[in-house]
């Protein structure tokens, strides 16, 4: 009696978090199965869920048209290169304090989050003169720079708590057996830090990946990531549709996954630390 | 001894942070001050000249400053309650026992990871598009007049979508914070013979409302530089009705090149999001003890 009624129950909860679910999910769907319709089908009334005649042409057509695999590669470089270099900088400096605090580490710390409450339009016509100045308008490298320092602060956070947990004892124990700090480096913390830096990385990417306001302000037509790519479409009154659900669903599978992949880690990255 | 050279380390480790970070935050930061205070637009390089006040009372006075402040705030309460209470009532239908569990929060959580261009994008010319979006095909179906979203309702579009971006985000945290609550607590409560309303106000709210808090405080400081939503659909129209602070400095310093007066719109931004900014920094740094 009581087993049917939990049973029921589960029927009817099951049922409505799957329709909220593909509710949200919807316009997701929905532009992926547009981008394998024809344009006319696309916008063809009444709609149609599934494309009527499946095809691919448009994703030929956007990369013919549009040279869409240099944004893609622009976004690719971008967001790992910007990565990487936070790490470069981050990693010492997260390690330093978790390991060995001083009474301003908090200090640090929280300062370093202030910094990533500054908003962006604060800084855009300075940031965008001496870009100008320097020939760096349009330029990968100069929009790689200015994301690590948009996401230093998150970096830097996020590895600390990773590091704060890896257990200080452990290295003492290591030491008692006669590691030498190389061993102990090489052989207890690398291995310990690494699923923490891993997922570090992973979001920071997907941060990087989607950002649209210096990437949008900052390029043009040459270093113009996916974001500022797709934006482009915006322009002409689209009857599009089908090539720019082409174009998004490419700009959005890889991060889709990357963010599924890391939806564990996404909570404590975006909360620094303050939800687990 | 070994302590001194381990403290000379760790400042060395952390210096490169600490100077990137204090010249990217300093160096832009007072050039913009300095500019907010110069008569300064490329258009006119022969007109220049240190002006004091006068691009703040041009920015302040600008009837466009006003609708844009209105407007961030509205963007910012509307998304926020939106979100949270879709969150909570998310979080709690992903709390029970589902069938498909994780493929479900993966749905839910996916337009998070959605790059706002892509999102505003596909909301605009596939879900509202006054002819052949689905919500035309909705109204049609009812029978009833077709909505051109973007012109007659743009705030509200604008706050449509950035609200479905952030939804999940909210949602995927307040589930996280809900998963913590303690088991025990919540069938000692049930066997009480409390019943869900009770439940909610005296057990589960109080584990969420840090939670909830935190939620509310990173939304609004992202929410506060909406940008790209407004940039693609609406560019700020009709007229000034969904123009927001960032997206009328942009306005005034990338297509009016007014550089000053774009600075001096930059500096309200910085205050106002430090007002917020403020009160996060206590909330985690309280975090940070405990």
């Known amino acids: 009696m009581a087993r049917a009624a939990t049973t029921q129950r589960k029927i009817v909860v099951t049922t409505a978090a799957w329709i909220v679910g593909l509710l949200i999910f919807f316009p997701i769907l929905w532009t992926i199965l547009t981008s394998f319709k ?24 956007v990369q013919s048209r549009s040279d869409y695999f240099r944004h893609f590669v622009n976004s690719v470089v971008i967001s790992i290169g910007s990565t990487v270099l936070a790490l470069l900088i981050a990693v010492p400096a997260a390690w330093a304090m978790a390991f060995s605090p001083t009474p301003k580490t908090r200090d640090i710390m929280m300062w370093m989050l202030s910094t990533k409450m500054m908003p962006a339009v604060g800084v855009l016509v300075p940031i965008y003169l001496i870009f100008r100045t320097l020939g760096l308008l349009d330029n990968v490298w100069g929009l790689m720079v200015i994301l690590m320092l948009m996401n230093l602060p998150i ?32 052989y207890v913390l690398v291995p ?4 923490g830096i891993a997922s570090t990385m992973l979001l920071n990417v997907i941060l990087a990946w989607n950002e649209a306001f210096w990437t949008l302000n900052l390029t043009a037509a040459r270093a113009a990531p996916l974001t500022a790519f797709i934006a482009s479409y915006s322009s002409p009154e689209g009857l599009f549709w089908a090539k720019l659900s082409a174009a998004s669903t490419l700009a959005i599978a890889p991060i889709l996954v990357l963010g599924w992949i890391s939806q564990k880690q996404l909570v404590r990255g975006l909360t620094f630390g303050a939800v687990k | ?55 703040y009372y041009f920015f302040l006075t600008d009837p466009a400053f006003l609708q844009a402040i209105g407007n961030t705030l509205i963007l910012v309460v509307g998304v926020l309650v939106i979100t949270v209470v879709g969150g909570i ?10 069938w498909g569990q994780g493929i479900v929060r993966l749905l839910v ?10 999102s505003a994008l596909v909301w605009k010319n596939m879900m509202m598009h006054p002819q052949y979006g689905i919500f035309a095909w909705i109204s049609k179906t009812l029978g009833l007049p077709t909505v051109a979203w973007l012109t007659d309702y743009p705030l509200a579009s604008v706050i449509i979508i950035t609200a479905w971006e952030w939804l999940p985000f909210a949602a995927l945290i307040l589930l996280t914070a809900l998963q913590s609550l303690d088991e025990d607590q919540k069938e000692a409560s049930e066997m009480d013979g409390a019943n869900f309303v009770n439940r909610f106000i005296y057990i589960i709210l109080p584990h969420l409302a840090r939670a909830i ?12 530089s909406v940008f790209a939503e407004i940039y693609v659909t ?21 297509l009016n090149y007014d550089v000053g007066g774009a600075s001096a719109g930059g500096m309200v931004a910085v205050v106002l999001a430090n007002i917020v900014a403020i009160f996060l920094i206590r909330i985690v740094g309280r975090n940070l003890d405990a």
């Open chain 1, 192 to 195: 310990m830090a690494v699923p």
């Open chain 2, 213 to 224: 808090t935190v939620v509310i405080l990173i939304e609004t400081i992202f929410l506060l």
């Open chain 2, 1 to 55: 001894m070994a302590t001194r050279q381990t403290k000379a380390l760790a400042r060395a480790m952390m210096a490169p942070s600490i100077i990137v970070l204090f010249v990217w935050m300093i160096v832009p930061l007072v050039l913009t001050l300095w500019f907010s205070f110069q008569r300064y637009n490329l258009n006119y390089p022969e007109r220049s000249g240190f002006v004091w006040f006068r691009n």
């Open chain 2, 109 to 118: 959580i996916a337009p998070f990871f959605v790059m706002p261009t892509v």
């Open chain 2, 234 to 254: 609406t560019q700020g129209g009709p007229g000034y009705s969904s123009t927001n602070l960032p997206f009328l400095v942009y306005v005034q310093a990338l």
């Open chain 1, 155 to 186: 970096v830097v956070w996020m590895l600390y708590t990773y590091f704060k947990e890896i257990p200080v004892d452990i290295l003492e124990a290591a030491r008692m057996d006669g590691a030498t700090l190389g061993k102990e480096l090489v």
């Open chain 1, 38 to 61: 024809t344009e006319g089908d696309a916008i063809a009334f009444p709609p149609s869920l599934f494309p009527p005649h499946w095809t691919l042409e448009n994703y030929f057509e």
């Open chain 2, 89 to 98: 009532l998310l979080a709690l239908l992903l709390d029970q026992p589902i």
